[in-house]
């Protein structure tokens, strides 16, 4: 019996060293992923060019918010407008890129939090007194702020123009341009700067990596501002209830469907690794996936991905609208999202071996 015993034993160690070769080995396949090329294709060729260029267009909004309210007119209303629309689109290409010096000023909170307080930023234009670097005043500025300003303060762009003929609505839309420009030059500058070494630097796989930390960075921006921010809650996916307010740039009359378009167009391009404004593509998410041979992964997240923007096709230009003539498309848009969530935030971070970190608040 004791042989028998000492028999189990030694084969219990056997297979316990086995395993644990087997696993190293596993681990070690994702730690020789060249996680450095992949972090300097991310940092080189897509964020850092993705903010020069909207550090460029929001200098040319500042600019133009400087030519109206020194001289209210349509004529000038129709160009500031024009520039906010290109200003909006071309946030949606650093929105995600939540890290470093944008995670410490709350920047895409300051940007981009809606709906908007529209009394709150009424009381505040009447009063003459306003603090944006308030954390408290979100929903008072960035783009929505914009959105409103031009968009919504009249039925025509005679009545809006006419707002202005008071000091205090011209004095806040300035403000609120130019936050909007001098936070990304911080956050421009950052990159610019020593942020980038620091980021590409930092290879380990640990939750204190910058693999790591991006992708929840890069999942949470999908599940949370992509899927529920900008199809969730003005579907009313999680009260059940259609909520046409909580739509994205509500003032404007066919702009929240090529926000949506350009956000989702930024996600895929990142998880290809394709650089921005190029056809050139690097390290990415993809090569890693085909690296792990988890091709197969890389796939479906791909097919899935043309799945959605598919689906979009049938969407209204006016996601207001959409909301409010068959919000059941809006529903259907949100499901094929929430596909992408499953490969992404389950099957994607299991292959390799990445741990989320972040609750989404809708508990999915």
Same mark, same amino acid.
């Given at each position: 019996?004791?042989?028998?015993?000492?028999?189990?034993?030694?084969?219990?160690?056997?297979?316990?060293?086995?395993?644990?070769?087997?696993?190293?080995?596993?681990?070690?396949?994702?730690?020789?992923?060249?996680?450095?090329?992949?972090?300097?294709?991310?940092?080189?060729?897509?964020?850092?060019?993705?903010?020069?260029?909207?550090?460029?267009?929001?200098?040319?909004?500042?600019?133009?918010?400087?030519?109206?309210?020194?001289?209210?007119?349509?004529?000038?209303?129709?160009?500031?407008?024009?520039?906010?629309?290109?200003?909006?689109?071309?946030?949606?290409?650093?929105?995600?890129?939540?890290?470093?010096?944008?995670?410490?000023?709350?920047?895409?909170?300051?940007?981009?939090?809606?709906?908007?307080?529209?009394?709150?930023?009424?009381?505040?234009?009447?009063?003459?007194?306003?603090?944006?670097?308030?954390?408290?005043?979100?929903?008072?500025?960035?783009?929505?702020?914009?959105?409103?300003?031009?968009?919504?303060?009249?039925?025509?762009?005679?009545?809006?123009?006419?707002?202005?003929?008071?000091?205090?609505?011209?004095?806040?839309?300035?403000?609120?341009?130019?936050?909007?420009?001098?936070?990304?030059?911080?956050?421009?500058?950052?990159?610019?700067?020593?942020?980038?070494?620091?980021?590409?630097?930092?290879?380990?796989?640990?939750?204190?990596?910058?693999?790591?930390?991006?992708?929840?960075?890069?999942?949470?921006?999908?599940?949370?501002?992509?899927?529920?921010?900008?199809?969730?809650?003005?579907?009313?996916?999680?009260?059940?209830?259609?909520?046409?307010?909580?739509? +994205?740039?509500?003032?404007? *009359?066919? /702009?929240? $469907?090529?926000?949506?378009? #350009? =956000? &989702?167009?930024?996600?895929?391009?990142?998880?290809?690794?394709?650089?921005?404004?190029?056809?050139?593509?690097?390290?990415?998410?993809?090569?890693?996936?085909?690296?792990?041979?988890?091709?197969?992964?890389?796939?479906?997240?791909?097919?899935?991905?043309?799945?959605?923007?598919?689906?979009?096709?049938?969407?209204?230009?006016?996601?207001?609208?959409?909301?409010?003539?068959?919000?059941?498309?809006?529903?259907?848009?949100?499901? +094929?999202?929430?596909?992408? *969530?499953? /490969?992404? $935030?389950?099957?994607?971070? #299991? =292959? &390799?071996?990445?741990?989320?970190?972040?609750?989404?608040?809708?508990?999915?």
């Amino acid at each position: 019996m004791k042989k028998f015993s000492r028999i189990l034993i030694f084969a219990s160690l056997i297979f316990t060293a086995c395993s644990s070769e087997d696993e190293g080995s596993g681990n070690n396949e994702v730690n020789t992923f060249d996680r450095g090329a992949m972090l300097e294709n991310w940092a080189d060729n897509i964020i850092v060019p993705s903010f020069d260029n909207f550090k460029s267009s929001t200098q040319q909004l500042e600019d133009l918010t400087i030519a109206f309210t020194s001289n209210p007119s349509e004529e000038n209303l129709v160009a500031l407008r024009s520039q906010f629309e290109s200003s909006y689109l071309d946030f949606q290409t650093v929105a995600m890129f939540d890290i470093g010096r944008a995670e410490e000023l709350s920047y895409r909170r300051f940007l981009n939090t809606y709906p908007l307080a529209t009394s709150e930023v009424e009381s505040k234009i009447a009063s003459g007194s306003h603090n944006l670097e308030l954390p408290s005043s979100f929903t008072k500025q960035g783009f929505p702020a914009l959105d409103y300003l031009l968009n919504g303060l009249g039925e025509t762009d005679a009545e809006i123009v006419a707002k202005y003929s008071s000091e205090n609505y011209r004095n806040y839309l300035l403000d609120v341009s130019k936050r909007i420009n001098s936070l990304t030059t911080e956050v421009n500058s950052s990159w610019q700067g020593d942020y980038r070494d620091t980021f590409v630097s930092s290879t380990s796989s640990s939750s204190t990596g910058s693999v790591d930390k991006f992708t929840n960075k890069f999942i949470m921006y999908y599940e949370t501002f992509l899927r529920s921010g900008k199809i969730g809650y003005p579907a009313g996916a999680f009260t059940g209830t259609p909520s046409p307010i909580n739509v +994205e740039a509500y003032y404007s *009359v066919d /702009l929240s $469907k090529k926000l949506y378009l #350009q =956000a &989702l167009k930024t996600t895929q391009d990142f998880f290809n690794g394709k650089h921005f404004n190029a056809s050139q593509t690097g390290k990415s998410y993809k090569q890693y996936l085909e690296f792990l041979e988890r091709g197969d992964l890389a796939n479906d997240i791909l097919s899935q991905f043309g799945t959605i923007n598919s689906q979009a096709s049938n969407l209204d230009t006016s996601f207001k609208s959409q909301v409010q003539t068959n919000n059941t498309l809006m529903l259907v848009a949100f499901d +094929e999202l929430q596909k992408g *969530v499953v /490969l992404l $935030k389950l099957d994607m971070v #299991q =292959a &390799l071996s990445i741990s989320i970190n972040y609750v989404d608040s809708d508990g999915d």
